[in-house]
């Protein structure tokens, strides 16, 4: 354990941190769930919902950032393209 009074204010700071970046990455992983479930169903107007409100949920954590934006649009565009790939 820390001892100086800076040290254990870091502490106390990560660990809040970590629990907001871990709450904001749970939301996007179930997001994307959503997409993948709607996807493998074949269900085109759910997967097309689902996929707006994920890019939503993604663009926020890399607003607040949680995700790089490389990696960001790199999941938006995986999660595109499997929804795209259900319409044709």
């Not at 959503?34 to 759910?46: I, N, T």
């Amino acid at each position: 354990m820390a001892n100086i009074k800076s040290a254990k204010k870091r502490i106390l700071v990560t660990k809040t941190k970590t629990e907001r970046n871990k709450a904001i990455k749970s939301k996007v992983k179930t997001e994307i769930k959503k997409v993948r479930a709607a996807v493998e169903a074949k269900d085109v107007e759910a997967a097309t919902n689902a996929l707006k409100s994920a890019t939503i949920e993604i663009d926020k954590a890399t607003t607040k950032g949680v995700y790089h934006k490389n990696n960001a649009a790199r999941k938006v565009s995986r999660l595109t393209k499997a929804v795209n790939s259900i319409n044709q």
